[in-house]
């Protein structure tokens, strides 16, 4: 379906003399505007409920009249807009974005500066925007804060993490709005790089639930040249607010009009399931800019990378030298310690597991020099990006690796010295070319260099961005961990097809995370683009993987193959080491089977903090996948098969939580079955504690 | 002659149980180390004078134990050294590096950490820096500031600029050290980036003189991977500090051993000549690292420049727009303004003027799209270095200068937007290979970009190298402008032909220099390096060139040529513009004449403030050229030209300040005559009030 003709009706919408209103296509979501007291309002309603009372907004400007009153509407255009479109990659084949518009011209009488404000109101939700035209009196400007409001209606319940300007690493909360000042301070686990900024500061996307069970997700889409927002609550009155991103001096961006900040979303329905499948934040986004998508390609892979972040083994080559200057580095003076799983022969061996199981690439972290004092140091030039260690043989492995249908990825670790990342970036995607890798996980652990920035403002985000649209002319994938939450900019941008940005599986094995966990991370961190989580993990107890460890995965087997489900992905890692999925071949079927993309998504049962059942079917395939994750209380219920090609017959591999199955006492604990289903089928399905099932269902032949 | 092998003398030269004295090759100039009460002290005299009082050093760091006392030697070693070496281009054909040297090892009991320091005695004076050797319990480091003292023996009279963090544009005042308190405020001057750091702070080079007749110069040397070292005055006990540039989180410096700092250079002697002669900065840093330096050759200009600094045009091309936006700009909708000089036709007729007279180059300013909103606006994507102007065909006009025997000089105006530079700064030095410019004239107008980051910080030191070593794989030279004041890195990097990093000929434009100002500089900015100080300046009246101008060039024509002489650079502009030169052909064949390279140079004359008289020979030629140029008292005195050939004969061209000349009421008052000169010759000469003269000696046939 193609774009309507925008119509032009000033104030034909409107309610009042300066007040305008639009909705959504089925009319049940409402958004109002006005300028109150030249203050400009809105305000939200879903089904008649209020989702958001009413609501200032406004930019408070450095050295220059704010333009946060004043205002008087000048004008406004209506439109609506229905296309669908196709994404590279993604949950579903086709992705439908139709939205009614309203476009509101502002003009600041004392200055004659102009601000307009745009709404796109759909069927679950709205997103806002910003815009600055062209125009005399307003070119170049500094923001000191943005004050967009959102009063909340109620007491809600949330699922947040601490508002922070260099991690998002934290374990979710879940408790009303007035309890996060009492519980700020618990919430706040040690990180490499941290900067919280207030007792009630929280980030997005933050997922709420209010107490006549309407679910409102707050975040941003289309983040492009401008600082991360976080929200700030006013806990007398509910009432939440930007609160952007500091830059080295304490302000909050750059712009010169014309100009346009991201897009402020808000995400409602009565059912949760709706929050998942939401395709608001990428129909905000602009559409793919490449004229060639070809080289991008969803991955499955392995990696030399658990060995270290569970078994304890090291990144790197020696314990010789107390520190490295990479200008004088000469390894042949040293003796190696000996734990170094990134070596020829143990990619080998991963190369080969990857061949025997269909996975596509094999992560290697630690391959080249420098990681012997890569940690914490705020050292500049930190990496090369390019020179192996003396065990690792970049051409043999890439060879090795080519001739069993198998790549390496690539690993690029910035220990957050970005300078030195840009000035080798090029020279590190030539490698890359070179030696036909096509995908990077790039990371940003510790303290950003240059020195004052953090990970989510302006000048960062400007580079996370640039890392991508560099790695494009390349033809190379990035995978981003430590960078800011996504806001759908990998529909503009589908190689970026991955960040880590949360709180990981690596968690896991540091400090274990809340059982729940993933249960609320598709309503929060999964908004705005995937998550590389990382699951499969078949060895909870961490002990047995590195004897100094206390750690433990507070997961079951089961559900950590649900997980490939559950947690949408177009880059999914088997995670654990081959020896241990050597030991569980049959519950490793599972993740040999999954796809990575979809031509179908269905979600269909969830509820932040307790559950979520997907099902999905695969691109260009006809067999489908279920996969259940739980929290503390497990999930009994009963799933309906209704998604399946009717009259069709299916085998099912249901690899279940054994009946006495629990995420801590007893994970390993699982059940395999097959069974014949078709549309008709109601399958009861039992999750333990913290745990899941995953199901495969294929056409019978 | 070559190194003496170094000799280990353990308090060889102790002068008490913890005391160490090392002295110049000719024995005039001793340096004495201690450590008082576990503090580093040192002290030096010259000829049995006072140079430096006793002077603590040491550096303090951020959360880590101090480096300021609690130390014991636990070592010394001296050497000597005597090496002669040849400049890839210089005053000189050979410098020769004569030196003994002291290393002080000492060592911090309580903390078990090691800091050496090495001093280098030479005929003319001293330097001195901080070694911290690999170790144990020093690896990586924050210097907060660094302590290194200079006690001044008397209220010397000093001739400074303002310390500052942003730039070195300022006029001098010539004052007492006790002076310095009461004089700052109206020696600040506005600039585009300027932040002092306290009333009494200056920059170095800093001159001095004292009442016994001893001229002293504190500066630094090999400023690599370091802060900018500024001194602050105790003006009480006319001790002077180093006082280093602050990063954007107010620290100054971070460091991993194995670490050294900059050298701290005192120049000493009872004769001025010697601080313009003294090679002592260059021989403290490290040889050429360069293989091949074929292609490095000093160069002399014309440009594309006084037109707009002086003449009021424009490096923009038109008015139309407010601001521009690089990604989108289309100067195709614009109305150009006509005041671009940087169009085809007026190169053109540059390139003509360069090859009729022997000119290397042609500089252009305002080639590149950007130039409409460049200024101010801390803009990041400023300029991309490869697009130009409509109006500039960069093919042809390249073309057209080669097949003249000229090249067209690139123009990198950053704006300080400095990651910016860094992204484009491969395709715009491939952009010059493929055009065929070999040098590029650099600029840092404005505040730093990263923001709250300093022109003299570290981490912009690391940047302007980083620019230099860049350019050498492309084989191109560079002159960076509003830099860091050079430090004798162009012995290290000798295609770093120039800086300017000083209030140059584009002040006599805007406000008119003192007409002392050139007397100075030598003293004072050239240590260090040459300055692309761009003389030449023929109509001083600047009404004449922009009606809108007030300003007046403070010189007489006669001095402006001499400034080729008096202000060695291997870089060197004829600055005004051909319509002005083509009324002073005459006067302007002094300019044709004087080379940019020499084998040899003499310092006839000077005392600083008042007169400067030197004399150079051609490299690999036999024609002399003495300048000099004087302050408001004009100078008069009787040259030896006891430097010629004894028994050639020569001919003199002499151009100089006619008997009425005054830089104020009648600068253009020049006289030129001949005569025949030999080694026996005496010449009576006369400089008027801001003015000079140009002698060029050529063997008669």
Redesign the interface.
């Known amino acids: 379906m193609t774009r309507i003709a925008p119509a032009v009706l000033l104030a034909a919408f409107s309610l009042a003399a300066n007040a305008v209103e639009v909705k959504s296509p089925d009319g049940k979501v409402a958004v109002d505007f006005d300028v109150k007291n030249g203050v400009p309002t809105y305000s939200m309603t879903f089904d008649g409920k209020t989702v958001i009372k009413p609501s200032t907004l406004g930019l408070e400007l450095v050295n220059a009249n704010d333009l946060m009153d004043g205002f008087n509407i000048v004008g406004s255009e209506t439109s609506a807009f229905d296309e669908t479109w196709q994404p590279v990659w993604g949950e579903t084949k086709d992705i439908r974005n139709h939205y009614n518009e309203l476009l509101v011209k502002l003009r600041q009488t004392s200055t004659d500066r102009f601000m307009n404000l745009r709404f796109r109101v759909y069927d679950d939700g709205m997103g806002f925007r910003y815009e600055f035209p062209?125009q005399?009196n307003l070119?170049?400007f500094?923001v000191k804060d943005e004050h967009s409001q959102f009063a909340m209606n109620g007491d809600h319940t949330a699922w947040w993490i601490p508002g922070d300007y260099d991690t998002q690493e934290y374990d979710y909360t879940e408790s009303r709005l007035s309890q996060i000042r009492g519980l700020m301070e618990g919430a706040i686990t040690d990180n490499a790089s941290q900067t919280q900024f207030s007792p009630t500061g929280v980030q997005t996307s933050l997922q709420m639930k209010t107490d006549d069970g309407l679910y409102i997700n707050l975040h941003e889409a289309a983040l492009v040249d401008y600082s991360c927002m976080h929200l700030n609550l006013d806990d007398k009155n509910m009432v939440f607010e930007s609160w952007l991103t500091p830059?080295?001096?304490g302000?909050k961006g750059?712009l010169?009009?014309?100009a346009k900040t991201p897009w402020r979303t808000v995400i409602v329905s009565d059912d949760a399931r709706d929050m998942l499948s939401s395709n608001l934040i990428l129909n905000l986004n602009e559409p793919c800019v490449y004229t060639d998508t070809s080289w991008i390609k969803p991955v499955k892979y392995v990696g030399v990378w658990w060995e270290m972040i569970g078994g304890g083994k090291q990144w790197s080559y020696t314990f010789d030298l107390?520190?490295v200057?990479l200008e004088t580095l000469d390894y042949s003076q040293t003796k190696p310690h000996g734990q170094h799983p990134a070596n020829n022969e143990n990619v080998k061996k991963y190369i080969d597991f990857a061949a025997e199981h269909g996975f596509d690439q094999v992560l290697v972290e630690g391959w080249n020099i420098g990681w012997e004092?890569w940690f914490g140091?705020?050292?500049?030039y930190v990496f090369d990006f390019q020179t192996p260690y003396p065990d690792f043989d970049i051409k043999m492995l890439n060879d090795y690796a080519h001739s069993k249908g198998v790549r390496l990825m690539m690993h690029h670790e910035t220990s957050g010295s970005v300078?030195n990342y840009?000035?080798h970036m090029?020279a590190a995607y030539d490698l890359m070319d070179k030696y036909g890798y096509n995908s990077v996980k790039s990371g940003y652990v510790g303290n950003m260099i240059?020195?004052?920035?953090h990970h989510y403002g302006q000048?960062l985000n400007?580079h996370y961005l640039?890392a991508v649209t560099e790695a494009a002319k390349h033809k190379i994938m990035v995978n981003a961990h430590e960078a800011v939450r996504p806001t759908g900019l990998c529909r503009t941008y589908p190689n970026l097809i991955g960040n880590e940005s949360a709180r990981g599986t690596e968690y896991e094995s540091f400090a274990g995370n809340k059982p729940s966990h993933t249960t609320v991370l598709p309503f929060t961190r999964l908004q705005g683009g995937p998550m590389d989580y990382t699951p499969g993990i078949f060895e909870m107890d961490m002990k047995k993987v590195n004897p100094n460890s206390q750690g433990h995965v507070n997961s079951t087997l089961a559900r950590q193959l649900a997980l490939y489900v559950t947690m949408y992905s177009p880059l999914q890692m088997a995670a654990d080491v081959p020896e241990v999925y050597n030991r569980f071949m049959d519950a490793f079927q599972f993740i040999k089977d999954v796809p990575v993309d979809w031509d179908e998504s269905r979600y269909l049962e969830a509820e932040p903090g307790q559950y979520i059942v997907a099902a999905r079917k695969r691109k260009g395939g006809d067999d489908w996948y279920v996969g259940c994750t739980s929290g503390e209380n497990g999930h009994a219920s009963t799933l309906s098969l209704d998604f399946l090609e009717p009259g069709k017959k299916y085998e099912a591999t249901i690899y279940a939580d054994a009946p006495d199955a629990h995420y801590q006492n007893n994970p390993q604990a699982y059940v395999i079955s097959k069974k014949k289903v078709d549309a008709k089928t109601r399958l009861k399905m039992k999750a333990a504690p913290g745990g899941g099932y995953a199901i495969s269902i294929k056409p019978m032949k």
């Open positions: 062209q005399k070119v170049y500094v830059d080295a001096q302000n750059h010169q009009a014309p107390p520190s200057k004092d140091n705020s050292k500049d300078r840009e000035r090029e240059p020195r004052g920035e000048w400007n640039y």
